[in-house]
C-alpha cells in the first residue's frame, strides 16, 4: 500500500509539473510584448521596462521563467494580477466561494442521485424508476448553458423562490439555486449509476444469503445491497469534481458568484497570465488529490482491491 | 436405432451388486431400512412447534407447486412435489440442472424471487404450521433461525466486503441483539466447530482470503449460527475438489448427527449422497420421479431416469465398462413434454408414456415409490 | 449455477428467435456479437428517436432551406421582440432576427464543430490507445502520463485557455479553431478505452496464435485487436460527439468560441439569456434544439453499448 501511494505521488508530481507548463506556456509564451501587457494603456519608460525584464526574468529561457515561477509557487507566493493585487488574496476571497458552491452541488448530487437512484432500482420498470431515468436522460443532455438561464429565470425571476444572483458575499440560502443547476449533471449520472448498481446487486447471490438468514428486508438492503453498490458510486465523485469545477464557470457567470470559475474566466478574458496559472495550479492538486483519495477509499470499501 | 436401448448390456447387471453396502441390507427379516427405524416415528422433539401432533414431520412438503413467469410463457419450474424430513435424518434431493430442485429449496425458504417466481399451491408444514400462509414476519423469524441454507457457490454467496466473522455473528447480532464482542466469540466458536485452524486468527479476514473449501465451511458455519432445526445444502461441493468435496460431505454428515439436525441434501451427484443420505428423493422435470431410502434405490431404482443416472456413475466393480449417459437434454420448463416428461429420452417409452403422465405410486414395501408406467419388474424384464 | 438461475438465465432467458418458424429446438442457436447486437438495437426505441434526431439534425445543417426560407441575418429592431408571424414560428429576437431560421442555420456549426472534434479525437485516441495498449512498456507510462495531464485540467477550462491563445490575434475563432481546441484535449476517454480494449484482447488466446503464426503487430493490431476493440470505442466517440456539440456552445456563449456574425446556438443563447428580463421567447428554441441534439447523441451511444454489453441484458 505504502509503495503504491508513494508511487501516485510520485505520478502526481509528474501531472501537477505537466498541467501548470502547459498553462503557464499557454498564457505566456509568444506574448508580444508582457511587459506592455503588463502596463496596460500606461506608456512604459526604459528604466521601468529594465527593472520588470530583470523582476520576471524575461531574458531568460522559457523554461527557466517557468521555474522561477514554480519556486514562487511553493513558497505559497502566488504573485500579483496585472492589476497589482495579490493572487493570494484573490484566492482567499474566491475559494471559499466555490468551495461552498461545490460541496453544495455535491450534496444534493449524492442525496437525491442515491436517494432516488435506490429506490429506482429496487422498483425496477416501477413508474417510480421510468419517470426518474427519463428527468435523467434530460438532464444529462441538458448543457448548462441552457439549465442555468433557465432555472433562473423560472425559480428567480418569475417564481422568486431563490435570490436572481448571488452577490459580493452569497448567502448559503443565495447558493442553493447555482448548487443545484451545478449539481444537476452529476445527480443525473450518479442516480443512473446508483440504479444499474443497485439493480445488479439485488440479484446478487450474498443477498439471497443474506435474506436466508432471516435478516430484515431493511437491513439486507441498508447493509448488504448499498454497501456493495456505492462502490463504484464512489469513483465517480472523483470524475464529478472536473464537471463541477468546469461547471462553476458558467454557473458562477450567470449566477454572479465572485468565486474560482469568475475570476478563472476574467482572468482568461483579460489575458492575465499570473492570475490563471495561480488558479489552475491550485485546481489540478485538487483534482490530483481528490482522486488519490477516491482510489484509496475504493480500497477501503472493497477489500478485494490491493493495491501494490 | 434411437428407440433401441443404449443402456441394455450394463443395467442387468446392476440391481446385484457384488457386495452389499450395508451387511444384511437384503434381509427382509430384519429391522433394517424397508421399516421405520426409531428415526422415522420419532416425534419432532426439539421442533418448537403450535401444536405438537404425534406422527407429524418435522418439515413436511406437500404438493409444491411453482410457477416462473418469462417472456416465452409461464414455466413449469416446480409441478407438485413432496416430501418429508425428520430431526437426525439426512433426505437427498438428486435432480439434474434445471429439473427443480433448488427452486423447491428456495420455496421452502421463502427466499424466491417474486416475480417472477409464483407458489401456485402447496404446502410446507414445518412442525404442523404451514410457512407459505403464515405472516411475512413469521416467516422470516423460520428463516434461517428454524431452517437455514447452505448455497452452491460459496464465493459469490458471501458478501465480498464483510469480513467471514462478522458475516457469520450477523445473525445473532441482528435478531438475537447480542453484543459485538460476543458475537465475535460466537463466530470463533461456530468457525472451530466446521473445523476452520486458526478460527481466532482468520475471524476477521474476507472471504476472498479463503480456499473454496474453507468457504463452504464459512458457509456452514453461518448456517449453523441460529442453530436451525433443519439444514438445506443446495449443491454444497459441487463446486469443490473431489477430496475435499469428501470432507465437506463428512462435515456436514458429522454436525447433523451432533446437532440433531434434519439435513436435506441436493445434488445431481449421486456419487455424493451414497454415504451420508438415510433417503433419496429424484427429481424430473420439476416432479418426483422416484424415492426411496438409499440401499434400496442403489440397488433397485424403480424409475428408468433413476437408472440411467446410476449407470451414469463411475463404479469400481464395473470397471472395464463404458460409462453412460442418458441421451437427450432435460426438457425446457416452458415446454415440458405431454405424458411422462421423461419419455422422449426413455428407452423403455410406449405410446401411453406419450400420452398420461404417471403419478407416483408406492411399490411394495413402505415409503418407495415410482412414478412409471411400469412396476420395475416389467422394466428388468423388457431388458432380459 | 443453481437450477434458479439456469431456469431464468439459460433455458428461459432465451431471447426470442428472430425466425419464426424456430421452435424451441433452435433456441440455442448461437449468433455473432454484432448480429446480436443490431437484433437488439432495432428493437430499442430510445435507438430510432436518437436517428431521427440525429438525422433531422444532420439535414438542417446539409440544407437548412428546407426548414426555414428566412434570411437568419436580415434582423431588424423594428421587429424587436415580435410575436410569431408567417414562417418565423418562435417569433424575433432582441435585434429582430427571425429566431426559428437562426435556429435551423446553427445546426450547421454544432453539426460540423461534432463531426471533425470527434473525427481528430478519434484518430488520435486510437493511434495513442492502440500503441499505449499494445506496446506496453515506457511508452504506455509516457502516454499516460500525457493521459493524466490532458485530463487534469478540466475540459471546458481548457478549452478556453486555449481557443483564446489560439484564436489571440484574431476577431475570435472559426470552426477550424474550435475543432483544434477539441481534438487536442477531447481525445482522452477515447484513447484509455482503446488502451483498456487492447490490452485485454492482446492476451486472449487468438492473438497469440496470430503471433505465433508470425503475424506482425500492424496486422494483429489491424486484423484481430481492433474488429474486437471498436464496440466500445464507438460508443464513447458518440457520447463524446454530444459533449464536443455541448462544449462548442459553451464556448460561443462565453464569446470565446465562435462570435457573431457566426450563427451557433450558443451565441443566440447567450444573447437571450442576456435579454431574458424583456423577453424570454427567443431562448427558447436555441436552448431545445441543442438539448436534443446533445441529448440525441447520449442516447445512441447508451444504445449502442446496451446492445453490445450482455452483462446488462
Redesign the interface.
Known amino acids: 500500500m505504502a509503495r503504491y501511494i508513494i508511487r501516485r505521488l510520485l505520478q502526481m508530481v509528474v501531472t501537477f509539473i505537466g498541467a501548470t507548463f502547459v498553462v503557464y506556456a499557454l498564457m505566456f509564451a509568444n506574448q508580444n510584448d508582457p511587459i506592455q501587457a503588463l502596463a496596460g494603456d500606461r506608456p512604459v519608460s526604459d528604466n521601468v521596462r529594465q527593472v520588470l525584464t530583470e523582476q520576471y526574468h524575461l531574458n531568460d529561457p522559457f523554461v527557466v521563467q517557468y521555474g522561477y515561477y514554480m519556486r514562487g509557487l511553493l513558497t505559497g507566493d502566488f504573485g500579483k494580477t496585472l492589476t497589482g493585487r495579490p493572487i493570494g488574496d484573490v484566492m482567499s476571497d474566491a475559494w471559499p466561494n466555490t468551495i461552498k458552491l461545490a460541496l453544495l452541488a455535491l450534496f444534493f448530487a449524492t442525496l437525491f442521485g442515491i436517494g432516488a437512484g435506490l429506490v429506482a432500482g429496487l422498483r425496477r420498470g416501477s413508474a417510480f424508476d421510468n419517470t426518474t431515468l427519463a428527468l435523467t436522460l434530460v438532464v444529462v443532455g441538458l448543457p448548462i448553458i441552457v439549465l442555468a438561464p433557465i432555472a433562473q429565470l423560472v425559480f428567480g425571476v418569475k417564481l422568486g423562490w431563490f435570490p436572481t444572483t448571488a452577490g459580493a458575499r452569497p448567502s448559503l440560502y443565495g447558493l442553493i439555486l447555482p448548487a443545484l443547476v451545478l449539481g444537476a449533471a452529476s445527480t443525473a449520472t450518479m442516480l443512473r449509476l446508483t440504479r444499474a448498481s443497485v439493480a445488479e446487486n439485488v440479484r446478487a447471490d450474498y443477498v439471497r444469503t443474506a435474506r436466508a438468514k432471516g435478516l430484515s428486508a431493511r437491513r439486507v438492503v441498508a447493509v448488504h445491497v448499498l454497501r456493495n453498490s456505492m462502490i463504484p458510486v464512489i469513483t465517480l465523485i472523483g470524475v464529478d469534481l472536473g464537471t463541477l469545477m468546469a461547471g462553476a464557470i458558467i454557473t458562477e457567470g450567470v449566477f454572479n458568484i465572485p468565486g474560482v470559475g469568475s475570476k478563472l474566466l476574467l482572468g482568461i478574458q483579460t489575458e492575465d497570465g499570473p492570475l490563471v496559472v495561480g488558479f489552475v495550479s491550485v485546481l489540478v492538486v485538487v483534482f490530483l488529490v481528490t482522486n488519490l483519495l477516491v482510489d484509496l477509499l475504493y480500497a477501503v470499501l472493497d477489500p478485494r482491491i490491493r493495491y501494490e | 436405432m434411437t428407440y433401441s436401448n443404449p443402456y441394455q448390456q450394463q443395467w442387468p447387471n446392476q440391481p446385484a451388486p457384488a457386495a452389499p453396502v450395508v451387511a444384511g441390507w437384503d434381509d427382509p427379516n430384519r429391522g433394517g431400512w424397508d421399516t421405520p427405524t426409531a428415526a422415522w416415528s420419532t416425534p419432532p422433539s426439539r421442533a418448537r412447534v403450535n401444536q405438537p401432533r404425534s406422527g407429524e414431520h418435522l418439515l413436511d412438503v406437500r404438493d409444491l407447486r411453482v410457477e416462473f413467469g418469462t417472456r416465452d410463457g409461464v414455466a413449469h419450474v416446480v409441478n407438485g412435489v413432496s416430501f418429508h424430513v425428520d430431526p437426525g435424518e439426512t433426505l437427498a434431493i438428486l435432480g439434474e440442472s434445471g429439473s427443480g430442485k433448488s427452486v423447491t429449496a428456495q420455496a421452502v425458504m421463502g427466499i424466491l424471487d417474486t416475480p417472477p417466481a409464483v407458489v401456485r399451491s402447496g404446502q410446507v408444514l414445518f412442525g404442523g404450521e404451514d410457512l407459505l400462509t403464515v405472516s411475512a414476519d413469521r416467516r422470516r423469524q423460520v428463516r434461517g433461525q428454524e431452517i437455514a441454507m447452505v448455497f452452491q457457490d460459496a464465493l459469490s454467496a458471501l458478501n465480498p466486503v464483510f469480513p467471514v466473522g462478522w458475516q457469520i455473528s450477523e445473525a445473532l447480532r441482528s435478531r438475537r441483539g447480542i453484543n459485538k464482542a460476543d458475537a465475535r466469540r460466537r463466530a470463533i466458536e461456530l468457525m472451530d466447530m466446521v473445523q476452520i485452524p486458526a478460527a481466532a486468527e482468520r475471524v476477521d479476514d474476507y472471504p476472498h482470503q479463503f480456499s473454496g473449501g474453507m468457504r463452504q465451511r464459512v458457509m456452514i458455519a453461518m448456517a449453523l449460527a441460529m442453530r436451525p432445526k433443519v439444514l438445506i445444502a443446495d449443491e454444497p461441493t459441487t463446486a469443490l475438489d473431489v477430496t475435499v468435496q469428501a470432507q465437506i460431505m463428512d462435515l456436514l454428515a458429522t454436525l447433523r448427527a451432533e446437532l440433531e439436525m434434519a439435513l436435506i441434501l441436493i445434488t445431481h451427484d449421486l456419487g455424493v449422497v451414497a454415504d451420508v443420505a438415510d433417503r433419496i428423493t429424484v427429481m424430473y422435470a420439476g416432479r418426483v420421479v422416484e424415492h426411496a431410502d438409499v440401499h434400496t434405490l442403489y440397488a433397485q431404482p424403480a424409475h428408468p431416469y433413476t437408472r440411467g443416472l446410476l449407470a451414469s456413475v463411475p463404479r469400481l466393480d464395473h470397471r472395464g465398462h463404458g460409462l453412460h449417459s442418458i441421451s437427450g437434454t432435460p426438457p425446457n420448463p416452458a415446454a415440458i413434454p405431454d405424458g411422462c416428461a421423461f419419455h422422449p429420452r426413455c428407452p423403455w417409452a410406449q405410446q401411453v408414456c406419450r400420452m398420461t403422465a404417471p403419478t407416483l405410486v408406492r411399490i411394495g414395501r413402505l415409503d418407495r415409490a415410482s412414478a412409471c408406467h411400469f412396476p420395475p419388474e416389467a422394466l428388468d424384464a423388457r431388458l432380459a | ?4 438461475e ?3 438465465t439459460s ?6 428467435s428472430a425466425d419464426p418458424s424456430a421452435g ?1 429446438a433452435s ?1 440455442a442457436r448461437t449468433r455473432s456479437l454484432t448480429a446480436d447486437a443490431w437484433y437488439d438495437l432495432r428493437r430499442n426505441w430510445i435507438f430510432w428517436v436518437a436517428s431521427a434526431l440525429v438525422v433531422l439534425v444532420v439535414l438542417m445543417a446539409v440544407a437548412p432551406g428546407l426548414f426555414s426560407s428566412a434570411d437568419p441575418t436580415a434582423c431588424t429592431t423594428r421587429r424587436q421582440f415580435a410575436g410569431p408571424s408567417g414562417g418565423a414560428i418562435f417569433g424575433y429576437d432582441f435585434q429582430g432576427c427571425d429566431v426559428f431560421s437562426r435556429t435551423v442555420h446553427g445546426a450547421r456549426a454544432s453539426v460540423l464543430v461534432g463531426v471533425f472534434a470527434v473525427l481528430m479525437t478519434g484518430v488520435i485516441g486510437l493511434v495513442f490507445g492502440m500503441l499505449a495498449g499494445y506496446f506496453g512498456g515506457w511508452l504506455d507510462a509516457v502516454l499516460s ?2 493521459v ?2 490532458v ?8 478549452a ?3 481557443s ?2 489560439l484564436s ?1 490575434d484574431q476577431q475570435g475563432s472559426g470552426i477550424a479553431t474550435v475543432v483544434i481546441v477539441l481534438g487536442i484535449l477531447g481525445w482522452t476517454t477515447a484513447a484509455r478505452v482503446m488502451r483498456s480494449s487492447v490490452i485485454a484482447a492482446r492476451s486472449q488466446d487468438y492473438v497469440a496464435a496470430a503471433r505465433m503464426l508470425g503475424a506482425g503487430p500492424l496486422r494483429i493490431m489491424w486484423r484481430h485487436i481492433l474488429p474486437n476493440a471498436l464496440a466500445p470505442f464507438i460508443v464513447v466517440l458518440t457520447i463524446a460527439l ?1 459533449t464536443f456539440i ?1 462544449t462548442e ?2 464556448l460561443s ?2 464569446n ?1 468560441g465562435l462570435r457573431p456574425p457566426a450563427i451557433s446556438w ?1 451565441i443566440d ?2 444573447t ?2 442576456k435579454h ?2 424583456e423577453s ?1 421567447t427567443p ?1 427558447v428554441a436555441p ?1 431545445v434544439f ?3 441534439t ?3 447523441f ?2 445512441l451511444g447508451d444504445a449502442i453499448r446496451d446492445a453490445f454489453d450482455p452483462k ?1 441484458r
Do not use: N, W, Y
Request: net charge positive.
Open positions: 449455477m443453481s437450477d434458479l439456469m431456469a431464468a433455458e428461459l432467458g432465451v431471447r426470442p424451441p433456441t502520463r500525457v493524466d495531464v485530463l487534469g485540467i478540466p475540459l471546458l477550462l481548457a478556453i485557455v486555449l483564446k491563445r489571440a454530444g455541448a456552445a459553451t456563449f462565453l470565446i450558443g443563447i447567450a437571450a439569456g431574458v428580463r424570454a431562448l436552448s441543442l438539448t436534443l446533445v441529448l440525441a447520449i442516447m446488462l
